[in-house]
């Protein structure tokens, strides 16, 4: 295990979207610091690999399948967590879709809706449930992952990028009203960052070469990079950030 940076020992975790690219670098790391670390997707073959790698590693993991854009499903996981661990410390909301790539005015109902259920609707009712707990038991943090997107629309990434400035002014109404019941909420705003989720904009050149050109940094970020901005969000040491938006771009954060 690596030296800690924050000490999240004893604390229990959930990530979603953690079976692969910034989710399951943020998985590893709050691992890594201690906490106990419930890896959620959608598939459970891909959350077991990543436990299975924090376990290997000497960290504290286990899988759970779940699919933000269920209610449902949330509210099996919730269940799980209440009934095996009794509290909830950290929520990382990482989980996300992007099913449309093109013109805004070919946006059909279908990717409208799918990226509404779990963009916007998954994460308020992970939120809703995640707080819930953690008013009973004295606090916690919640982290959403939004995007730059939220400040200014991707190129051919209309209803995503309108989901995530949705995520932004969700961040901070939660944190308006659970500030005072002791629970931090922030969000993550990663620029272009090398994923699989982002794999369209990647292997269109045009927009690649677009999109590097606005960069501080002049490329783009690795998810390991994003994963130490919400470490420092959920550890004590960010207790005076309630309600902030922490925008990470190329790297750097701004």
Do not use: W
């Not at 690596?2 to 959930?14: C, E, Q, R, V, Y």
């Not at 050109?213 to 207790?239: C, F, I, K, N, W």
Request: hydrophobic share 45%; with cysteine; aromatic share 6%.
């Amino acid at each position: 295990m690596s030296t800690k940076l924050f000490d999240l020992t004893g604390k229990i975790a959930l990530v979603t979207g953690a079976s692969r690219g910034i989710g399951e670098e943020i998985a590893k790391l709050l691992a890594e610091q201690g906490a106990h670390v419930i890896v959620s997707s959608r598939k459970l073959d891909g959350c077991q690999l990543v436990a299975d790698a924090i376990i290997a590693q000497g960290g504290s993991a286990e899988a759970y399948a779940c699919h933000v854009g269920s209610m449902e499903d949330i509210a099996a996981v919730f269940s799980h967590i209440t009934k095996v661990h009794g509290r909830l410390d950290i929520l990382v909301n990482n989980a996300a879709t992007n099913p449309y790539f093109g013109h805004i005015l070919d946006t059909d109902l279908a990717a409208y809706n799918k990226t509404a259920d779990v963009n916007i609707r998954g994460y308020f009712f992970m939120s809703v449930e995640a707080g819930k707990l953690m008013k009973e038991n004295g606090g916690g943090a919640i982290v959403n992952t939004a995007s730059i997107n939220a400040l200014q629309p991707g190129d051919m990434q209309g209803i995503y990028s309108i989901t995530k400035a949705a995520v932004v002014n969700m961040t901070k109404a939660f944190a308006k009203e659970c500030a005072p019941l002791g629970i931090r909420i922030n969000a993550l705003l990663p620029g272009f960052t090398k994923t699989k989720f982002a794999g369209a904009l990647f292997e269109n050149e045009k927009i690649y070469n677009t999109v590097i050109a606005q960069v501080p940094m002049g490329r783009h970020a690795e998810p390991r990079e994003m994963a130490g901005t919400v470490l420092y969000l959920v550890s004590d040491a960010a207790s005076y950030t309630t309600g902030e938006c922490i925008v990470v771009d190329g790297g750097v954060t701004l």
